[in-house]
């Protein structure tokens, strides 16, 4: 209240202040424009004139760290972290800044982070006069939330973020490949209680050892990408996880392991264990970003676990396999061997040769410092590379029709047609096909499972 004549504040203005504010509390901002002076100042009210200015909306703002951080025990100060746009950095950011500064000393906030705008697929700003806007709520009702939150962590805020329906096509089309392996995760640890069935490290296959290894590497790189808010970071390294380490590679190989061995047996096991960790680490990293989702998985998974993921921390996963002679660029060569090899594989079947890798027996011919690395896995070499038969021999004893493999010099390789008769159960061409009268289709390795009395590793 400013005096009519003189302009001086009234004597009383920080007791006035106070009861103004109270009010406000009450009804809101409009408590002081809808005020009559008459209640707060009686007979005093024709001498002064009640001031109508506006303080600085970024003040208002600005003091947020005040108003809102310090009143509520639910929240701290300073704030873990300050969200907006770009254009905030003379604006509320500062604002915040300079208010905190010269009340407390200090920042409002630990962080602030900065994202750009969103945008149409051709840079343009969103409005309505040009019909370009894309409504959060239709995405959802048409896609689901979770396609709209993967969208944005998928997107590199520091610049503007584009969005369009084909856009939003290519996020749902990754959306659905994550939950995909995933759902093979799920079914393939039905029965599986890592209460009694999960295999340490040092009894697992090696190549089960090796998802070990790689989630190891995984979780901490993941870990360090979410404390720097890198969510585009996270989501490339889940998806290229799923499609490259897991679809491409890992899921591939040990589908015949799952469904062919007996269900108590080591093979199996060792690959459920690994699943089982696989799991267990993928549902918390997913948790942030995919939140229904990673809830829905949560209480899919078996076993006893807290009420929901967002009540766990990180999967603690098995230690000790540091420094492994088959480490994860051990793991590296062996999948460029195989790539070799499917190379040659897609001649065959392009010439109808063959209908499946499992038609088909390959022989690998290597000079010694690649002998020496593939010789331990000798045995399972078949496996990994999805063929029938794969033998292992010196580079000095390969035919004169032999192929280099042009990505690994000193590998040669030989792939034929199998001419042995297939097992109705496991589709391996096998020798020993129709050995045992009592299951003619069998092989004796699907023979030995069926009955369920013997073999406990898979490579014998």
Not at 422 to 428: A, I, Q, T, Y
Request: net charge negative; charged share 25%.
């Amino acid at each position: 209240f400013v005096d009519r004549e003189t302009g001086e504040l009234h004597p009383r203005t920080d007791e006035l202040i106070e009861q103004v504010a109270q009010k406000i509390e009450v009804r809101g901002i409009e408590a002081w424009f809808d005020l009559d002076p008459v209640e707060l100042l009686g007979a005093e009210a024709e001498q002064y004139e009640k001031a109508t200015d506006i303080l600085d909306v970024w003040f208002d703002s600005g003091v947020t760290h005040t108003s809102v951080l310090q009143r509520r025990s639910e929240l701290g100060f300073p704030a873990d972290l300050y969200l907006e746009g770009s254009d905030q950095h003379r604006g509320w950011f500062h604002s915040s800044l300079l208010t905190s500064v010269a009340m407390y000393g200090h920042a409002p906030y630990r962080g602030v982070l900065t994202h750009g705008f969103t945008v149409d697929a051709k840079g343009r700003k969103m409005s309505k006069s040009t019909g370009n806007v894309v409504a959060p709520q239709q995405v959802i009702d048409r896609l689901g939330a979770d396609v709209l939150r993967l969208w944005v962590a998928a997107t590199d805020y520091r610049a503007e973020m584009n969005i369009s329906d084909e856009i939003l096509k290519r996020i749902a089309d990754a959306y659905r490949r994550i939950r995909n392996t995933v759902r093979f995760l799920l079914a393939n640890l039905d029965g599986f209680d890592a209460a009694t069935d999960l295999l340490p490290p040092s009894e697992m296959l090696a190549l089960d050892r090796w998802v070990l290894q790689r989630l190891s590497e995984m979780q901490h790189a993941i870990d360090r990408a979410y404390d720097n808010y890198q969510f585009h970071q996270v989501y490339q390294m889940i998806h290229n996880f799923c499609v490259g380490d897991l679809g491409g590679f890992y899921l591939d190989i040990i589908k015949d392991r799952q469904y062919t061995t007996q269900a108590d047996s080591v093979p199996r096991r060792s690959a459920q264990s690994a699943l089982h960790h696989v799991a267990e680490s993928m549902v918390r990293w997913l948790a942030p970003i995919l939140s229904y989702t990673a809830e829905e998985i949560w209480q899919t998974l078996p076993g006893e676990r807290a009420e929901s993921v967002f009540l766990e921390l990180w999967h603690e996963l098995p230690e000790g396999l540091a420094g492994e002679q088959m480490d994860l660029a051990y793991w590296a060569r062996i999948r460029q061997v195989r790539e070799s090899v499917s190379k040659q594989l897609e001649i065959l079947r392009a010439e109808g040769t063959i209908g499946a890798p499992l038609d088909a027996e390959i022989g690998l011919y290597c000079d010694p410092e690649l002998y020496a690395m593939l010789e331990p896995i000798a045995a399972e070499l078949r496996f990994i590379l999805i063929t029938s038969e794969a033998t292992l021999s010196p580079a000095g004893e390969r035919p004169v029709d032999a192929v280099a493999a042009e990505e690994i010099p000193g590998l040669w390789l030989v792939v034929t047609a199998s001419e042995l008769a297939k097992c109705g159960r496991c589709w391996h061409h096998r020798a020993d096909v129709g050995s045992d009268a009592r299951h003619p289709e069998l092989c004796g390795r699907c023979v030995t499972n069926v009955e369920g009395d013997g073999e406990q590793r898979l490579f014998a």
